[in-house]
């Protein structure tokens, strides 16, 4: 659970990265950066631990965890060109670096066991998890708690041991010593907007300002920029990608060659086309945005390309659609996770669903309450999703599970504008949501089971472990 204001662009909609997961590369990435902090910028040998009883010790290969830490530890950014070559440049760099599978007791199935020697023979034993997202924590430095999320500038000081560790930040929107939002909750929001009329884009625009200690205009054109890029992602994926070292090939260019076979409906057969091309490009390691999630890239920005392009709707309604996407996003951190290892795919790809619902319902004209009332319907359809990578790598059933989401979030959108009852307010559905997600078995939640346990995932496996 979130324990401080969550962020759009920290814990929503972000990072900018390449690779399969962000949990797992962009999450490690951070984490390695901070300890290249701790360590003085000079780390000599590292020691990353996972713990059998996680999801790490099973996913951290095929999931990035390795690449990323890599990334982060060298300083590389996730979004260079040469992430994927992380193992030739580690062993450029100098660094020793191993990753093991050993017993400590993890409070958090993303938890990392790093041990540090630097340059100058000094050694720290850091433990850190990845909370979902690309979110993260160190929480103990050498057996003393700490909690270092990468938002601010700050000191760690032991004075008893004389240790000063300094700590510069990691993520897009710094958190500052007195922030205070207007709400973190739907029925906040609406305790807020009452006799006020705004759209959720526009409380969207305030929520994150007062968040970031900026203005609104600047939440917006960070906004704009994450629209671009997510627009980039996605002529890259119609264009056609070529990566030897994944599950599927390229598949979207297949809906406008066989339109003549298929439904005849233009929306859902463009959104089909635009989330493929974006998951295929996340899968080819081109950049792209994830939203809430690498696992859930497609959904969001899918739906909402496409029913722009469809509808021949301006650019800023993609705008005004991402930003209350990303509140509804604010809703769920505060309250659930974006981490499958915790909540399963729910709150993942069907996470990304509601916000998707929220972004079509605002496009259409909806009011914040119907744009909230969407995302709880499509949420209520998505309880239960289990995370169940093939072959440990994030693309079946993730490719399935994002058009799955696109086209729940289109249906709801429509089922609310027309007058249809949620029953269940937006809060208590997400409440509900991570009540289930914690009581889904460790391997419904992106570890070994359900479609990866097959024998066909096992031997896609095999396959793809041997092109490493």
């Known amino acids: 659970m979130a324990e401080q204001a969550p962020s759009i662009f920290n814990d929503v909609i972000g990072p900018v990265m ?36 996680g999801s790490l010790a099973e996913s951290h290969d095929g999931h990035g965890t390795d690449m990323g830490f890599a990334c982060g530890i060298m300083g590389l950014p996730i979004t260079d060109p040469r992430v994927d070559r992380w193992q030739e440049l580690i062993a450029e760099s100098g660094i020793e670096l191993e990753y093991l599978i050993g017993s400590y007791g993890a409070v958090h ?50 004075p008893e041991t004389g240790e000063r560790y300094h700590f510069r930040p990691v993520l897009p929107t710094l958190t500052g010593e007195e922030t205070v939002v207007p709400f973190t909750t739907a029925e906040g929001m609406a305790q807020y907007n009452r006799g006020r009329g705004l759209a959720l884009w526009e ?32 002529r890259a994926g119609l264009a056609g990608t070529h990566y030897e070292k994944r599950v599927l090939p390229a598949q979207s260019h297949l809906i406008d060659e066989n339109r003549s076979r298929l439904v005849p409906d233009d929306l859902t057969n463009t959104m089909i086309k635009y ?12 950049v792209f945005t994830a939203a809430p999630t690498a696992g859930s890239a497609g959904c969001l920005p899918g739906t909402v390309l496409a029913l722009r392009d469809v509808l021949g709707l301006p650019d800023d309604a993609a705008v005004k659609g991402l930003l209350a996407a990303g509140l509804i996003g604010v809703f769920f951190a505060e309250q659930a996770t974006f981490a499958a290892e915790v909540g399963g795919c729910q709150v993942e790809c069907g996470a ?27 949420l209520q359809a998505v309880t239960g999703l ?12 993730c490719l399935n599970k994002n058009i799955l989401g696109a086209m729940n979030a289109v249906s709801s959108a429509n089922a609310i504008l027309a007058g249809y009852d949620k029953v269940i307010p937006l809060d208590e559905t997400i409440q509900a949501l991570y009540d289930i997600g914690t009581r889904l078995p460790l391997e419904l939640r992106c570890t070994y089971g359900g479609l990866g346990k097959t024998a066909t995932s096992d031997r896609i496996r095999k396959k793809l472990d041997d092109l490493e």
């Open 18 to 53: 390449r690779g399969p997961s962000s949990s797992h590369v962009a999450g490690g990435a951070r984490i390695a950066e901070l300890v290249r902090q701790a360590a003085g910028g000079d780390p000599r040998k590292v020691t990353v631990t996972f713990d059998p009883n």
């Open 109 to 158: 199935p993303n938890q990392y066991r790093i041990d540090v020697v630097t340059g100058s023979g000094s050694r720290l034993l850091i433990d850190a998890i990845s909370t979902g997202g690309g979110m993260v924590e160190l929480i103990s430095i050498n057996g003393r708690n700490v909690c270092v999320r990468g938002d601010r500038e700050e000191t760690v000081e032991f």
């Open 203 to 234: 409380l969207a625009l305030e929520y994150e300002s007062a968040r970031g200690g900026t203005d609104t205009g600047a939440v917006w054109r960070t906004m704009e920029e994450i629209c671009k890029v997510m627009e980039g992602s996605l």
């Open 275 to 286: 989330v493929s091309a974006i998951m295929e490009n996340k899968s080819a390691m081109g």
């Open 352 to 378: 990304g669903s509601g916000m998707a619902a929220a972004a079509v319902c605002q496009m259409m004209g909806g009011t914040a309450q119907e744009c909230c009332d969407a995302a709880s319907f499509a």
């Open 386 to 397: 289990a995370c169940d990578p093939v072959a440990n790598r994030v693309e079946v059933p």
